[in-house]
């Protein structure tokens, strides 16, 4: 018999976030979650996404065993604002074993069901920012931090509890050697010189923090279109400030500003953590912060995070000048392989701006549906 049990207490919630670490022992590709961040993801009075937002943390039991997990999602800023009547789940971890997750989703329906929400839709987040989608290729690559990694049988249950595949996304790789800077050379001087724009040079996180909050704003204006986007609230930007921007080589992070200092352009480019957060296995202390400034300085693989660009720069070639300050920075670190995250596959747009790197895809994914009736 499957019992459940919605998590109360620091006890509880440290079992919802230390179960996949079971699940997955042994795994070679899995990449543990910092348990410390993890826990304050769901930390009512640290994680600001709670004002606008509320999760119900579920665990599975059998013979009294841990077996699954689950959150049961509500962006009240997407019910509300967008009318988007969607039912979000995530962290949706268990054994091979139907019974264990149709109780899961029952239990995430029976919330939908109570707050007259009209479709549950998974494995995603409580935003844009968070992680997002079910594997169902790639299994034999390694995870990195900003991604779920989960076993093959997945996809089945999915499939067997009545969902339909909502979206798809890809992740793929290309190594460095495959980045000839003709193409955006010349492109990028000449558009620097029609609009007036130049790339800042930042070296230190104190250079990024006076842009971050134009960052976070051109980050909503840039991706405000698409129809499962949810904006970044200002107190959101602060708590991703503090979450995010520590972990990124300044180098790393790319602005260009039209001539009156307003941004047009950004990326984030990560260094790739995932073997560090392997060795890690999820505690900061005693040796794992020294381990991730280890991989920081001197990972030689890069993982893209995030592109914005103005919608009025948009289609006029801008990408070219932040590529081209990328060369140039990952020529000096001596950059191997660089991988990204997790895009639309119906995103013809972005896949055209990486054409020119020859990216294989290494991994796939897709988020489910499924009406609350």
């Given at each position: 018999m499957i019992t459940t049990k919605i998590v109360k207490t620091k006890k509880d919630l440290k079992s919802f976030v230390k179960f996949p670490f079971s699940l997955y022992k042994g795994s070679k590709y899995w990449v543990p979650p910092i348990?410390?961040?993890?826990?304050?993801?769901?930390?009512?009075?640290?994680?600001?996404?709670?004002?606008?937002?509320?999760?119900t943390l579920i665990l599975a039991y059998k013979n009294e065993k841990l077996v699954g997990r689950v959150a049961a999602i509500i962006n009240w800023l997407?019910?509300?604002?967008?009318?988007?009547?969607?039912?979000?789940?995530?962290?949706?971890?268990?054994?091979?074993?139907?019974?264990?997750?149709?109780?899961?989703?029952?239990?995430?329906?029976?919330?939908?069901?109570?707050?007259?929400?009209?479709?549950?839709?998974?494995?995603?987040?409580?935003?844009n920012l968070d992680k997002v989608g079910v594997m169902t290729e790639g299994f034999n690559q390694i995870s990195n931090m900003i991604t779920w990694y989960n076993h093959e049988y997945y996809v089945k249950h999915y499939e067997a509890l009545g969902f339909?595949?909502?979206?798809?996304?890809?992740?793929?790789?290309?190594?460095?050697?495959?980045?000839?800077?003709?193409?955006?050379?010349?492109?990028?001087?000449?558009?620097?010189?029609?609009?007036?724009l130049k790339a800042l040079q930042l070296t230190k996180t104190s250079d990024v923090m006076p842009y971050a909050d134009k960052m976070f704003d051109l980050f909503n204006a840039s991706y405000g279109k698409l129809s499962s986007f949810v904006e970044i609230t200002d107190i959101q930007k602060e708590y991703f400030k503090k979450k995010f921007i520590s972990f990124v080589n300044p180098e790393y992070i790319k602005f260009v500003v039209d001539e009156n200092d307003n941004m047009v352009a950004f990326a984030i480019v990560m260094p790739r953590f995932a073997y560090a957060l392997q060795e890690m296995n999820g505690k900061l202390f005693p040796f794992g912060f020294a381990k991730l400034l280890k991989a920081k300085k001197s990972s030689k693989d890069v993982v893209f995070y995030l592109i914005g660009v103005h919608p009025d720069y948009q289609n006029k070639g801008v990408h070219a000048v932040i590529f081209n300050e990328y060369y140039e920075t990952f020529k000096t670190k001596g950059i191997v392989d660089c991988y990204r995250t997790p895009e639309l596959e119906d995103n013809e747009a972005i896949h055209k701006i990486w054409k020119h790197f020859n990216p294989k895809v290494i991994k796939r994914r897709k988020t489910y549906r499924k009406n609350i009736e």
């Open positions: 348990i410390s961040q993890e826990m304050e993801t769901f930390n009512t009075d640290k994680n600001p996404i709670f004002n606008d937002a509320e999760a997407e019910v509300k604002n967008q009318n988007q009547l969607k039912m979000r789940f995530g962290w949706f971890d268990f054994i091979d074993d139907l019974e264990v997750s149709k109780k899961l989703i029952e239990e995430v329906i029976k919330i939908g069901k109570q707050h007259n929400l009209k479709f549950t839709e998974g494995p995603v987040g409580f935003s339909k595949i909502e979206k798809s996304y890809s992740e793929s790789k290309f190594p460095f050697e495959n980045v000839k800077p003709d193409f955006f050379k010349k492109a990028q001087e000449l558009i620097k010189r029609r609009y007036k």
